[in-house]
């Protein structure tokens, strides 16, 4: 065994993951664009408005600032409802050792499609869509090293 961690994924590791993919994509400037429009229209036409268009310009401020990344914290809680709790995995060799609660599985390095080293988490893709997650707060300062590890194993 070379290494041994816990997939401890909070709500927090995937919302910070799922900012970041979206505001370093097309789709993620362009809602950033709006979102300083918007802003930007508020405050010009702040003075003109009456109380039931401020309160739609208001609105409309807040959706990329507030209410955007709100919702995606939600939906990282509701993923992770559906995934195992309490897994564990070892790495060697031989490939990777995944024991979740009573249940446990072995995955040579041959299974495995490749290796992702997120912003805050390192992802173990297997060939048939699985996946699993690593974050940096488990991984630590062994993190390069993993990753280096794990990408050798596969290639």
């Given at each position: 065994m070379r290494y041994k961690f816990s997939c401890?994924?909070?709500p927090k590791d995937l919302w910070y993951l799922y900012?970041?993919?979206m505001y370093h994509s097309?789709?993620?400037m362009i809602t950033l664009i709006f979102g300083i429009s918007m802003i930007v229209l508020t405050v010009t036409f702040w003075s003109r408005n009456g109380a039931?268009?401020?309160a739609g310009l208001i609105v409309l401020s807040l959706l990329v600032p507030v209410v955007q990344p709100l919702g995606m914290y939600l939906?990282?809680?509701k993923e992770l409802e559906q995934l195992p709790k309490h897994m564990e995995l070892?790495?060697?060799d031989k490939g990777i050792y995944?024991?979740?609660e009573e249940k446990s599985d072995q995955v040579s390095w041959k299974k495995v499609g490749r290796i992702v080293k997120e912003v805050?988490?390192?992802m173990i893709v297997l060939k048939d869509g699985r996946g699993y997650m690593i974050s940096d707060r488990v991984l630590g300062k062994d993190k390069e090293d993993f990753y280096r590890y794990a990408s050798s194993c596969i290639s």
């Open positions: 401890d994924i909070k900012m970041y993919r097309v789709a993620g039931l268009m401020r939906r990282s809680m070892w790495f060697s995944i024991q979740v805050n988490m390192i």
